[in-house]
């Protein structure tokens, strides 16, 4: 039994559904659009650059969250020792189609079993905002232990005050889960009572396909 158990969701296996049926279509607008490549958002590619240099020769880095596996290949390319998880089974089908040559497993944020001081960095790109308002602060919690003394966090989340529930998504696919949005000085709270010290904080205005965003890199002290 792991030592820190996490709540689990209620909508946990309506939320994998959804994304197992629009990980095809995910996956191909990120292959033919550039939306969710970082390599064309520059300053999202600039957020993850920083947070590389800083894991960078401190240990295992894990993605949480990982969808195709976009982030991760591009810090495997960057020389971490990266790998990736994600809830939905169908999204890492597609993860391991497209970067053979990276490590992706099935997992969700709030069931890791991750050992004390175990990793140099974590990530929650775009990937922790369906988890429940009290959910969140434990699976940060469960992040900040699994760090190693200095080792780094980065998370990109939605902006707002709203909880917003889809029912469709990606080329009106049938769906059903919640956007928790937060503002920002709410969720670099949520993050030092984890236990991390916030070290950048970015914040994204509204683009074409999206509203507003912030990305947040803390670091664990020691």
Request: proline content about 7%; aromatic content about 6%.
């Amino acid at each position: 039994m792991r030592a820190h158990p996490v709540d689990r969701p209620a909508d946990l296996d309506v939320v994998r559904e959804s994304y197992d049926r629009v990980a095809d279509n995910y996956a191909h607008m990120v292959e033919t659009t550039g939306i969710g490549d970082i390599r064309l958002h520059a300053w999202h590619k600039a957020s993850i650059d920083a947070f590389a240099d800083s894991v960078r020769g401190s240990g295992p880095v894990l993605d949480v969250g990982c969808g195709p596996g976009t982030v991760t290949a591009y810090l495997a390319e960057r020389g971490l020792d990266v790998s990736g998880v994600d809830l939905s089974p169908r999204m890492i089908e597609n993860a391991r189609r497209l970067h053979p040559q990276c490590r992706f497993s099935v997992a969700s944020a709030t069931d890791l079993d991750l050992a004390e001081a175990s990793l140099g960095g974590v990530l929650g790109w775009w990937s922790l905002f369906n988890l429940p308002r009290d959910v969140l602060p434990q699976v940060l919690a469960l992040f900040a232990r699994a760090l190693k003394p200095g080792g780094h966090f980065i998370l990109a989340t939605h902006v707002g005050d709203e909880d917003l529930v889809r029912t469709e998504a990606y080329g009106g696919v049938p769906v059903s889960w919640t956007t928790h949005k937060w503002q920002p000085e709410q969720l670099v709270e949520l993050i030092e009572r984890a236990g991390l010290d916030p070290v950048a904080e970015l914040r994204l205005p509204p683009e074409e396909y999206s509203g507003p965003g912030l990305v947040v890199m803390a670091r664990r002290p020691g």
